[in-house]
T-cell receptor
Framework: GQNIDQPTEMTATEGAIVQINCTYQ??????LFWYQQHAGEAPTFLSY????GLEEKGRFSSFLSRSKGYSYLLLKELQMKDSASYLC??????????????FGTGTKLQVIP | DSGVTQTPKHLITATGQRVTLRCSPR?????VYWYQQSLDQGLQFLIQ???????AKGNILERFSAQQFPDLHSELNLSSLELGDSALYFC????????????FGPGTRLLVL
């Protein structure tokens, strides 16, 4: 099976940096996604890591360590509009041998002035 | 706009009733996924179809069923509705069956009274 852990809530100040962690256990690991979801809206894709290391994309970066089953999403120069839930999702293999993505419960980030 | 469309946007119905939610994937995408998201809950994967065939099954109740048609649109049928079925139902699509980046539709908000 797949198990994903991320903090439930975080608060950070506008202009600051915040790191959202995600730890996972899965069989047949084949990639980790980060999605952003504003309240009542659809999740939108942020990043995808399949190899170890840091992937930078503007103000957002995502890091993966496969040996540790660990990832983080780094948000720099926080803006009020970054207040949202951030979902960690892991791609692995299900019992039928097919690829399957499992979503974590998400980290609700509140950015304060 | 992700290119995934869902209808209806909102649905209010009574317990015991049956409803059908509809999803059209992005042009060219062969896989469709259905998720349920209850208030303040994570995304719960329900079911995936690839090119008309069921590919993966998650926590989908027996009262729920889905199918993907030859034109690749999909329908999720919810029957004998209960109060606890009130939730946001998202459809997502991806190009292949490997559950790479998924693009989410705007969701259908179901309220069972």
């Amino acid at each position: 099976g797949q198990n994903i852990d991320q903090p439930t809530e975080m608060t950070a100040t506008e202009g600051a940096i915040v790191q959202i962690n995600c730890t996972y256990q899965t069989s047949g690991f084949n990639g980790l996604f980060w999605y952003q979801q504003h309240a009542g809206e659809a999740p939108t894709f942020l990043s995808y890591n399949v190899l170890d290391g840091l992937e930078e994309k503007g103000r957002f970066s995502s890091f993966l360590s496969r040996s540790k089953g660990y990832s983080y999403l780094l948000l720099k120069e926080l803006q009020m509009k970054d207040s949202a839930s951030y979902l960690c999702a892991v791609r692995g293999v299900n019992s039928g041998g097919y690829q399957k993505v499992t979503f974590g419960t998400g980290t609700k980030l509140q950015v304060i002035p | 706009d992700s290119g995934v469309t869902q209808t209806p946007k909102h649905l209010i119905t009574a317990t015991g009733q049956r409803v059908t939610l509809r999803c059209s994937p992005r042009s060219g995408d062969l896989s469709v996924y259905w998720y349920q998201q209850s208030l303040d809950q994570g995304l719960q994967f329900l079911i995936q179809y690839y090119n008309g065939e069921e590919r993966a099954k998650g926590n989908i109740l027996e009262r729920f069923s889905a199918q993907q048609f030859p034109d690749l649109h999909s329908e999720l049928n919810l029957s004998s509705l209960e109060l606890g079925d009130s939730a946001l139902y998202f459809c997502a699509s991806s190009v292949e069956q490997g559950q790479e980046t998924q693009y989410f539709g705007p969701g259908t908000r179901l309220l069972v009274l």
